[in-house]
């Protein structure tokens, strides 16, 4: 099985910055895709930044222009710089990755962390 990890979350004032981590860890040959979703209370989880198979991460548009997601696939590990935070993007952030465990896996599993809680007060 293959274990997403999460850290770096916490409370932060509005205007500020916080990093979050993601290791995956586990039988991994490849992982297609790997970011980050969001759930804020009664609400659904939208994405906010993912990896997948091109080049150019994907972005919510609420986060443009304030979040950067990086990665390093040496580590199997990807990276979201919030900037700019504002309280709306208060909400539990979980980490998602698409992985194969072997090469000829006809589709990879999606695996999600635990979910990390960022605060963002006004």
């Known amino acids: 099985q293959v274990q997403l990890v999460e850290s770096g979350g916490g409370l932060v004032q509005a205007g500020g910055s916080l990093r979050l981590s993601c290791a995956a860890s586990g039988s991994i040959f490849s992982i297609d895709a790997m970011g980050w979703y969001r759930q804020a209370p009664g609400k659904q989880r939208d994405l906010v930044a993912l990896?997948?198979?091109?080049?150019?991460?994907n972005y919510a548009d609420s986060v443009k222009g304030r979040f950067t997601i990086s990665r390093d696939n040496s580590k199997n590990t990807v990276y979201l710089q919030m900037n700019s935070l504002k309280p709306e993007d208060t909400a539990v952030y979980y980490c998602a990755a698409d992985w194969r465990g072997k090469s000829w896996y006809p589709r990879p599993v999606r695996s999600w962390g635990q979910g990390i809680q960022v605060t963002v007060s006004s």
């Open positions: 990896f997948n198979s091109g080049a150019t991460p």
